[in-house]
T-cell receptor, first 117, second 109 residues
Framework: DTGVSQNPRHKITKRGQNVTFRCDPI?????LYWYRQTLGQGPEFLTY????????KSRLLSDRFSAERPKGSFSTLEIQRTEQGDSAMYLC???????????????FGPGTRLLVL | RKEVEQDPGPFNVPEGATVAFNCTYS??????FFWYRQDCRKEPKLLMS???SGNEDGRFTAQLNRASQYISLLIRDSKLSDSATYLC??????????FGKGTSLLVTP
């Protein structure tokens, strides 16, 4: 499978715990994105990486959220001190840099579904 | 006001029907426009980009009206497999995609 992969697919945690999600983009895609989707809503942008550099961050990305892409390949999204409001689907997407930002296609992974009890 | 507005539906149509979805966006500086499709509990997938001149892909036609800041998607000869949520997506400057809430379509036999 050469698509975007995400692990775990599901995560149940208790409020106050830390969780970490992983995203493996399509091979050789150097742009990587994180989005969050809650029930009945469209995905909302969280952050964007160009290789290992984090170039854009949404106001949604509070201090409890941190994302990394240390070697410009896979990325991790960590949520510290989880709250019930963090329950959502966390989607990762990737794209290549052969097209401009206006022409690119973002390919989404299957998501990690988080439930905070 | 959300940046991208869609009628959430649901739209219930019989097989073979033609159905149209509209979407409005608030930022006149928006640069790129797309329709994504999302099946229940699955990830969004690009259905088609939307160009100023309008574009067609088989049974699907997308149109953009920059003056009125709306985007439309027309599906002809609906199939059962078209049942999904259709997400209107707008990109301003930068790389983030701005999604509407989605319009739910159910095609019935």
């Amino acid at each position: 499978d050469t698509g975007v992969s995400q692990n775990p697919r599901h995560k149940i945690t208790k409020r106050g715990q830390n969780v970490t999600f992983r995203c493996d983009p399509i091979s050789e895609h150097n742009r990587l994105y994180w989005y969050r989707q809650t029930l009945g809503q469209g995905p909302e942008f969280l952050t964007y990486f160009q290789n290992e550099a984090q170039l854009e961050k949404s106001r949604l990305l509070s201090d409890r959220f941190s994302a990394e892409r240390p070697k410009g390949s896979f990325s991790t999204l960590e949520i510290q001190r989880t709250e019930q409001g963090d329950s959502a689907m966390y989607l990762c997407a990737s794209s290549d840099n052969f097209r401009t930002e206006y022409q690119e296609t973002q390919y989404f992974g299957p998501g990690t579904r988080l439930l905070v009890l | 006001r959300k940046e991208v507005e869609q009628d959430p539906g649901p739209f219930n149509v019989p097989e073979g029907a033609t159905v149209a979805f509209n979407c409005t966006y608030s930022n006149s500086a928006s640069q790129s426009f797309f329709w994504y499709r999302q099946d229940c509990r699955k990830e969004p997938k690009l259905l088609m980009s939307v160009y100023s001149s309008g574009n067609e892909d088989g049974r699907f036609t997308a149109q953009l009206n920059r003056a009125s800041q709306y985007i439309s998607l027309l599906i002809r000869d609906s199939k059962l497999s078209d049942s999904a949520t259709y997400l209107c997506v707008v990109k301003n400057t930068g790389y983030a995609l701005n999604f509407g809430k989605g319009t739910s379509l159910l095609v019935t036999p």
